[in-house]
C-alpha cells in the first residue's frame, strides 16, 4: 500500500503523549474544574492542536491500491475521523495507530470505534490498546481487517467523497 505524494507520517514527541497518559497532571487533579481545564490545556490540547495541523497541511493524495483495498482503507479513515475526533481523515499508511486512535475527547473513543468496526464487518479485533501494541501503522492495521472480513461485507461499506 503506497501514495502518490511525499508525505511524512503524523508525529508528536514521545513524551508528550506519555506525560499525557500518565496523567502527568499531578497536583492539578486537586483542584477541581480549573485543574481538568489547565490539564487539559497543558497536555492534551497541544497534541491534539500539532496532529489536527498536520492533518490539515496534508495535500490531497491518492492510495495506490486495488479497488476493495482503497474501499476498506477509506471507511476505516472515515470511521476514525468520526469517532476519534480528529478534523480531517487524511491519513495514510505509515501513521502510527497510536496516534490516530488517542482518544483526546472521551476515553472510550477508541473502544467505540472498534465495537463499531467489530459490528459493521463481524470481526473480532479486540480492544483499542491490544491494536495499538501489535500494529504499529495504519496501513498494517487496515491489511489486518482485510484479511479478516469477509468480501461480502465489503459490498456494505458506504465511503463519502
Given at each position: 500500500?503506497?501514495?502518490?505524494?511525499?508525505i511524512?507520517?503524523?508525529?508528536?514527541?514521545?513524551?508528550?503523549?506519555?506525560?499525557?497518559?500518565?496523567?502527568?497532571?499531578?497536583?492539578?487533579?486537586?483542584?477541581p474544574?480549573?485543574?481538568?481545564?489547565?490539564?487539559?490545556?497543558?497536555?492534551?490540547?497541544?497534541?491534539?492542536d500539532?496532529?489536527?495541523?498536520q492533518?490539515?497541511?496534508?495535500?490531497?493524495?491518492?492510495?495506490?491500491?486495488?479497488?476493495n483495498?482503497?474501499?476498506?482503507?477509506?471507511?476505516?479513515?472515515?470511521?476514525?475521523?468520526k469517532?476519534?475526533?480528529?478534523?480531517?481523515?487524511?491519513?495514510?499508511?505509515?501513521?502510527?495507530?497510536?496516534?490516530?486512535?488517542?482518544?483526546?475527547?472521551?476515553?472510550l473513543d477508541?473502544?467505540?470505534?472498534?465495537?463499531?468496526?467489530?459490528?459493521h464487518?463481524?470481526?473480532?479485533?479486540?480492544?483499542?490498546?491490544?491494536?495499538?501494541?501489535?500494529?504499529?501503522?495504519?496501513?498494517?492495521f487496515?491489511?489486518?481487517?482485510?484479511?479478516?472480513?469477509?468480501?461480502r461485507?465489503?459490498?456494505?461499506?458506504?465511503v463519502?467523497?
Amino acid at each position: 500500500m503506497e501514495i502518490d505524494a511525499p508525505i511524512k507520517p503524523l508525529y508528536v514527541p514521545e513524551h508528550w503523549l506519555t506525560r499525557a497518559e500518565s496523567g502527568g497532571g499531578g497536583i492539578l487533579f486537586y483542584v477541581p474544574i480549573l485543574g481538568n481545564y489547565l490539564y487539559n490545556e497543558s497536555f492534551i490540547r497541544p497534541i491534539v492542536d500539532s496532529v489536527n495541523s498536520q492533518l490539515l497541511d496534508r495535500p490531497a493524495f491518492e492510495l495506490r491500491a486495488p479497488p476493495n483495498v482503497r474501499t476498506m482503507y477509506a471507511w476505516i479513515s472515515q470511521l476514525i475521523r468520526k469517532r476519534i475526533g480528529w478534523l480531517s481523515d487524511r491519513f495514510i499508511p505509515l501513521d502510527p495507530l497510536r496516534l490516530l486512535l488517542w482518544a483526546h475527547r472521551d476515553g472510550l473513543d477508541a473502544e467505540e470505534f472498534c465495537m463499531d468496526l467489530e459490528d459493521h464487518l463481524d470481526i473480532v479485533i479486540g480492544g483499542s490498546d491490544d491494536l495499538v501494541a501489535t500494529f504499529p501503522t495504519f496501513g498494517r492495521f487496515v491489511q489486518h481487517v482485510l484479511g479478516n472480513c469477509d468480501e461480502r461485507r465489503l459490498g456494505t461499506l458506504r465511503v463519502r467523497e
